[in-house]
């Protein structure tokens, strides 16, 4: 049985991507080894067992913190039905979702009639239903030095690349020649950190190639 290490679960608004607006319970699980060093969500990077909590002490957390708890498939299902969540659309995220394998979870998930959608880095292979939607942001060239493995950006239905400055396009160019994306995969650039020269860049380079801008609408509206 596959138990997963969770450091956040609650419903809001996704905010960005091609499900921008759509009410979604996230799960967010812990541990990253990806090594961003504008990751805003540092506190999901280890486990360590001083910090692993129940179930309930995470569902209540109100900051972000590393504290973490186990559970497993059925676990998070029992726990999204018991908090009453009406969302329909889940968000499994990280930390890196990847390194663990989402079969059980994605399938549970769909059993109770639900969608499945997981934000990776790209760094892993993407275990998961075939209907899970797979929404790739590659991070490419950071601190833990892991390359973005060809099977992730073949599975993607949704390549969502941060972007800070013309090398990161260069970047997607790079990774997008790479393999033969199908013609379903959208294509969007997110500006880091709301920056106002990264917008300007995404918006022009978005227009020039029929591309997505996405923006990270939950940062303008102080929501989770
Ligand atoms: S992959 Fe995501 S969670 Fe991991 S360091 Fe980068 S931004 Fe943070």
Redesign the pocket.
Known sequence: MTLYKINEMFETIQGEGVFTGVPAVFVRLQQ?P???AW????Q??DATPQDETTFDVIIQKAQDNPQWCQASADDIIQRYQQEGYTARHIVIT???PCIYDLHALTHAFEAIGCRCQIET?GTFEVKASVDTWVTVSP?VA?KGKLPIIDSALLRANEIKHPVATAKDIDNLDALVSRVDIANSTEIALQPISQKGRATELCIETCIKRNWRLSIQTHKYLSIA
Do not use: A, N
Request: glycine share 18%; with cysteine; net charge neutral.
């Open positions: 990253c990806v090594g961003c990751c805003d969500t540092k999901t990077w990280g930390g890196e880095s991070k950071m």
